[in-house]
């Protein structure tokens, strides 16, 4: 088992595949997209095999693939695949996605093994939604919803990034989404970064949670036992409203997370800059190098995070 500095059990890593994008979500990537990492310096799926099974090895059970946006990555159903069968020991394996690809994958990804959807959609109003994301795709996005449902995946949760006076307004059809469907719809908070750094977009929580009370919702064990988000659920409907809340009320005591971007640099905390190169280790010393870029990890994870940092969250996964 990992244990920090501070007493955490490490038990959850997220994976970035790639940096790549088919959205330009104004709050995450210029419009010109990020300087791309080189082909040769991601972490092919052999070696993410390696990784993953020496993550298991050393306690951590829960996985999650991100990206950039993951399904732009070639042949990631078959990987995942691959991955289930070679790496015995992983208990969750989730992914967070835009939706955009979901349709044609839904299906796939199920049969592969993966157990959790994330998707990511801000808006139900298309032009807000295209003005948000650069892109007019809403209509592909609520495809791929409907595709995940189908496939049959035993947990979706639908993400929305709350931003005052962009989709703020639309929190009532947020939450009968949450009534009518069988879903878990989480109200992020906003973070401002490098890309968007404006306080003034931030809808604090107190807020968003008022607003699930008074239609009605009360509060709920939601799917994830423990973790960052709070929920609840109507009397009278079949999924739950949450919030998750990184900016007015941190969750840093009880983070239990790691992650790793696609060229395989190993972080212990989102919003900090400290990263360990575990690719070169890997394709020095194979596993043992892996093992020692965790440990390292491990030992430079922060206390708690700041707020405002200028990164681009493409690169890092959220
Ligand atoms: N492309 C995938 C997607 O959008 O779901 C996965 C990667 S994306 C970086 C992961 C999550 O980070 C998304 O839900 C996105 O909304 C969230 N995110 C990106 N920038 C953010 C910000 N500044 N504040 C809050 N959430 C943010
Ligand atoms: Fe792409 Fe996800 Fe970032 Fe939007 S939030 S630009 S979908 S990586």
Known sequence: MLVDR?????TYLRISVTDRCNLRCQYCMPEEGTDLFAKSEILSYEELDEVVAVAVELGITKFRITGGEPLVRKDLPAWIGRLRARVPGIRSLAITTNGLLLAPHAAALRAAGID?????????????FARLTRRDSLADVLE????????????????????RGWNDREIPTFLDVARRRRLHVRFIEFMPNGEWNDPSLVVPVGEVVEAIQ??????????????????WRHPEGVGTAGVISPVTAKFCENCNRIRLNARGELRGCLLDEEMVPLRDALRAQGRDGIRKAFLRTLSMKPEKHYDVRTFHMSTIGG
């Open 214 to 231: 008074a239609a009605g919702f009360v509060a709920d064990r939601g799917p994830d036992g423990h973790g960052p988000a709070r929920y």
């Open 6 to 10: 501070y007493g955490r059990a490490i």
């Open 144 to 163: 791929g919803l409907s595709a995940a449902e189908a496939a049959g995946f035993p947990v979706i949760k639908l993400n929305a990034v709350l931003m």
């Open 116 to 128: 959790k959807v994330n998707l990511s959609l801000d808006s139900f109003d298309r032009e807000v």
